[in-house]
């Protein structure tokens, strides 16, 4: 108990050591939008099978489970690639791993648009998968480099939820031009476009504000200290408890918003997909009022403002998701309001995992400690993703046609263990992050 009381110390003196001097003026400003349209990029195409999902599975001609492969490939490979990433990361900067990660995407929807089969799609997406999974965190490293601590939480906040103009972008401009060429040509422009933000990045961004020119200072002791960083990061509570906020708060939104979520209000809300169009791309307005307010929050309580943010979305998301399953629907405008607000919250609850995350290490090991908090939601929506399929298919509803009230009700009770699973790690892990939190702000 003693050395491990030793070991939080240590952390949250090597915390507090970081330079206090930061920058957060009009260049801090423009590199953080440049790396944010790189980012905004990575979410569109993230989520170009979200409303299109029904025509890839009649493009494809392919089952429910196969379309959960789609989005289940390339959210397993982003989440293996978060820990490589953030190593990465550490070693070679923010601005290489945007501009290839946008390169990469590229790449992966140039094959989404070219394959004659379901199985080469698949691989394009998990090509995707790949570039998106450096984008994310290298964003987050930039905000941390180039602005005030203080602001660092209202940042990360905006930085998540301004990404989900991809989401409108994927859900509108993208469909539109879907349905006014077809397959290849949407796709294809996306890929012209990733080649674009990549090149611009290149151009455009500097990891550090101290830096001079685009070169990288690469840390001492080459891929072994990097790899030693993360050793350190594991070690760290605040990094696991980083993994498990992001692991239970975010899944049920991603699941709405990336894949099942225009299935799910047409069979059981008996809705439209213009309406079920508004009602997500509202929710992605929605998601920036409520990063205002918990980055807000958790600045001004880093301790105990934190976890009760935790707490209370996922406590919030259970019960409405409870009550709309009880009950028979179509449900009353009010009821689905209040869950939209519900799920809506769960995007910027999990940017609670990197506050914790960074609270806790080093900075030079803030690479792949964010880059595994950042794993556990997309490990926990690949799950959810391929078990709503499993569970269509086995019901029976292999096609389309075939969702009903019924068998959609049914597929997403998966969340259930998911939110269960990861309150209890959270909760097992919490008292030891804060603290070495209390300590480090103690010492501030």
Known sequence: MDQRRGEERVVARGISERPEKRRGGAKAYATWAVAMAGYVFAVTCRSSMSATG?????HFHTTSTALSMFLYLQLFVYAIMQIPAGVLLDRFGARKLIATGGFLMAAGQMLMAVAPVTSMAIVGRGIVGMGDAMTFISVIR???????????????????????????????????LLDLTDWQVSFLSLTGVGVCIASCVLLGVR??????????????????AAFDGLKAALKTPGTFCGFWVHATTWFSIN????????????????????????????????????ALIMGRVAGLHPIHGRA???????GAQIVCWTILLLTPGPHPAW????????????GPASNIAFDFARDTNRPENLGAAT??????????????FLGVGLMLDAQGATDPSLYTDHVMRIAV???????????????????RTMSVLRQRFHRD
């Open 335 to 346: 009821f689905m309001w209040m869950l939209l607000l519900a799920i809506s919250s769960g």
């Open 207 to 224: 990891d550090d504000p101290r830096q001079r020119g685009h070169r990288h200072e690469r840390p001492e002791g080459g891929m072994k």
């Open 308 to 314: 009760a943010i935790v707490y209370v979305t996922v």
């Open 54 to 58: 029904i025509v890839a599975a009649e």
């Open 142 to 176: 930039l905000v941390s480099a180039w602005f005030p601590f203080s602001r660092i939480p209202l940042m990360n906040q905006l930085t998540s939820m301004l990404g989900g103009i991809g989401q409108i972008i994927s859900i509108y401009p993208f469909v539109w």
């Open 371 to 384: 880059g595994f908090a950042n794993t556990g939601g997309f490990l926990s929506s690949a799950i959810v």
């Open 413 to 431: 009770l998966i969340q259930y263990p998911l939110w269960a699973l990861g309150l209890i790690a959270f909760s097992i892990m919490l008292p």
């Open 255 to 290: 699941m709405m918003n990336q894949l099942w979520g225009f299935p799910f209000l047409l069979a059981v809300e008996h809705w439209s997909k213009a309406q079920a169009s508004a009602y997500l791309a509202i929710g992605m307005v929605i998601n920036v009022a409520w």
